[in-house]
């Protein structure tokens, strides 16, 4: 049986997924409510839209950042304390102020620290279970899990104690989660690289035109889905939908996520084609996906439709991550994380904030999806042309030398 790594035994790993457990609950705690709250306090949804946007334009900076010094330090655990750290701090300050400008700017700052959460711990699985038994899908499950769980509980909890509250309910789970980042494993793996030798962001961006047409395509199938998390839950109320309604629909996204990851846990081969052409399959079920949603009649539904979440986030982003570690080298995964995690949470971001927040309020929230199921799309035809182009390039014999 293969040891784990080092830096990791029995104990840290099970630790790693009660910690996976509270982060994403307690993050689906913020994401699936914080509109409803910016709402209450008067908010319009372009100006909802454009503080949501700033997340994912200081994640440009923060992912490669944080990214840079967890691949630095070989440290993620540490990494991952801090983020924390300035996450819980940053939320209760937020929730006490009321004017949008000052509101705008500490959001920026709240957003340097949460948006790079979710690459980091994935770096942290990756780099604890290397050279075990052990896949990464066991691990991630607990994420959704959590999600599932955490944010289905909140719905009701929120409605007794008031939406104004939120921060409360948030404020305590990050600290759990924090809680538990002391028995973490520490994330190291290999030998830190000299400072001569480290490569830089861009570098590592640019050092595979696979990775790089992928980050690109990804951007196209993840603003459609970050456009639907931004604005799902305010679809759902003005359809007359409740606040324990919105965490059902956050439950039935991301509770068969646990079914998905450990299929592709037993099934998923890590090969670059296999990998493109599970991206393009998938990318077709968003466009199913968001076809539906232009014309639903109820908030509930969404509700059932949000289960297809399941497979097309949930797919993708456990084969875009195995991708993205199958084609970046070991003592760059972090940053290499970090570079994947723009695709969802950065420039992705940026435009579901800006624009996916105009359109709602101008176009209306069925023209919205209409447009997502267009780029969709345009994503799949993207996939399937590299799916063709990598099986032919592996298809092709290796050139033969000359003879002199």
Same mark, same amino acid.
């Given at each position: 049986?293969? $040891?784990?790594?080092?830096?990791?035994?029995?104990?840290?790993?099970?630790?790693?997924?009660?910690?996976?457990?509270?982060?994403?609950?307690?993050?689906?705690?913020?994401?699936?409510?914080?509109?409803?709250?910016?709402?209450?306090?008067?908010?319009?949804?372009?100006?909802?839209?454009?503080?949501?946007?700033?997340?994912?334009?200081?994640?440009?900076?923060?992912?490669?950042?944080?990214?840079?010094?967890?691949?630095?330090?070989?440290?993620?655990?540490?990494?991952?304390?801090?983020?924390?750290?300035?996450?819980?701090?940053?939320?209760?300050?937020?929730?006490?102020?009321?004017?949008?400008?000052?509101?705008?700017?500490?959001?920026?700052?709240?957003?340097?620290?949460?948006?790079?959460?979710?690459?980091?711990?994935?770096?942290?699985?990756?780099?604890?279970?290397?050279?075990?038994?052990?896949?990464?899908?066991?691990?991630?499950?607990?994420?959704?899990?959590?999600?599932?769980?955490? $944010?289905?509980?909140?719905?009701?909890?929120? !409605?007794?104690?008031?939406?104004?509250?939120?921060?409360?309910?948030?404020?305590?789970?990050?600290?759990?989660?924090?809680?538990?980042?002391?028995?973490? %494993?520490?994330?190291?793996?290999?030998?830190?690289?000299?400072?001569? *030798?480290?490569?830089?962001?861009?570098?590592?961006?640019?050092?595979?035109?696979?990775?790089?047409?992928?980050?690109?395509?990804?951007?196209?199938?993840?603003? %459609?889905?970050?456009?639907?998390?931004?604005?799902?839950?305010?679809?759902? $109320?003005?359809?007359?939908?409740?606040?324990?309604?919105?965490?059902?629909?956050?439950?039935?996204?991301?509770?068969?996520?646990?079914?998905?990851?450990?299929?592709?846990?037993?099934?998923?081969?890590?090969?670059?084609?296999?990998?493109?052409?599970?991206?393009?399959?998938? !990318?077709?079920?968003?466009?199913?996906?968001?076809?539906?949603?232009?014309?639903?009649?109820?908030?509930?539904?969404?509700?059932?439709?949000?289960?297809?979440?399941?497979?097309?986030?949930?797919?993708?982003?456990?084969?875009?991550? !195995?991708?993205?570690?199958?084609?970046?080298?070991?003592?760059?995964?972090?940053?290499?994380? $970090?570079?994947?995690?723009?695709?969802?949470?950065?420039?992705?971001?940026?435009?579901?904030?800006?624009?996916?927040?105009?359109?709602?309020?101008?176009?209306?929230?069925?023209?919205?999806?209409?447009?997502?199921?267009?780029?969709?799309?345009?994503?799949?035809?993207?996939?399937?042309?590299?799916?063709?182009?990598?099986?032919?390039? *592996?298809?092709?014999?290796? %050139?033969?030398?000359?003879?002199?």
């Amino acid at each position: 049986m293969a $040891a784990p790594a080092a830096g990791a035994n029995a104990q840290s790993l099970a630790t790693l997924k009660r910690f996976n457990f509270f982060l994403y609950g307690t993050i689906a705690i913020l994401s699936s409510f914080f509109p409803l709250y910016f709402q209450e306090i008067g908010l319009s949804k372009i100006e909802i839209g454009m503080v949501m946007a700033g997340g994912p334009f200081i994640s440009i900076f923060a992912n490669p950042f944080w990214g840079y010094w967890s691949d630095r330090l070989q440290n993620v655990r540490k990494i991952l304390m801090m983020l924390l750290i300035g996450n819980l701090l940053f939320t209760i300050i937020v929730f006490q102020v009321r004017d949008y400008a000052v509101i705008f700017m500490l959001m920026l700052v709240f957003f340097f620290f949460n948006s790079p959460t979710f690459s980091q711990s994935n770096s942290l699985i990756l780099n604890a279970i290397e050279g075990t038994k052990y896949k990464f899908g066991a691990f991630r499950l607990w994420g959704s899990l959590g999600w599932a769980i955490i $944010a289905l509980l909140a719905g009701p909890v929120i !409605s007794r104690m008031g939406i104004l509250n939120l921060w409360i309910l948030y404020g305590a789970m990050m600290l759990v989660s924090l809680l538990f980042t002391a028995g973490l %494993p520490r994330g190291n793996i290999g030998t830190p690289k000299p400072k001569a *030798e480290r490569q830089s962001y861009w570098k590592v961006m640019f050092s595979s035109k696979i990775f790089f047409v992928f980050v690109v395509l990804g951007v196209l199938i993840s603003v %459609p889905n970050s456009i639907n998390q931004t604005f799902v839950s305010l679809y759902i $109320a003005n359809l007359g939908g409740s606040k324990e309604l919105i965490g059902w629909s956050v439950f039935l996204s991301a509770i068969f996520e646990i079914p998905v990851f450990l299929l592709f846990d037993k099934y998923l081969k890590k090969s670059t084609r296999v990998m493109f052409g599970c991206l393009a399959a998938i !990318s077709v079920l968003f466009v199913i996906r968001w076809l539906l949603m232009s014309v639903v009649g109820g908030p509930v539904h969404i509700v059932f439709i949000q289960i297809l979440h399941c497979i097309t986030f949930g797919g993708y982003y456990y084969v875009g991550t !195995s991708l993205s570690a199958h084609l970046i080298p070991g003592e760059y995964r972090a940053t290499g994380q $970090a570079i994947y995690a723009l695709t969802w949470g950065g420039i992705s971001g940026i435009i579901a904030g800006l624009v996916g927040g105009w359109m709602f309020d101008q176009l209306g929230p069925r023209t919205l999806y209409e447009i997502c199921t267009i780029i969709s799309i345009v994503g799949v035809l993207g996939f399937l042309i590299m799916w063709l182009r990598v099986r032919r390039s *592996e298809l092709e014999p290796e %050139p033969k030398p000359k003879s002199a």
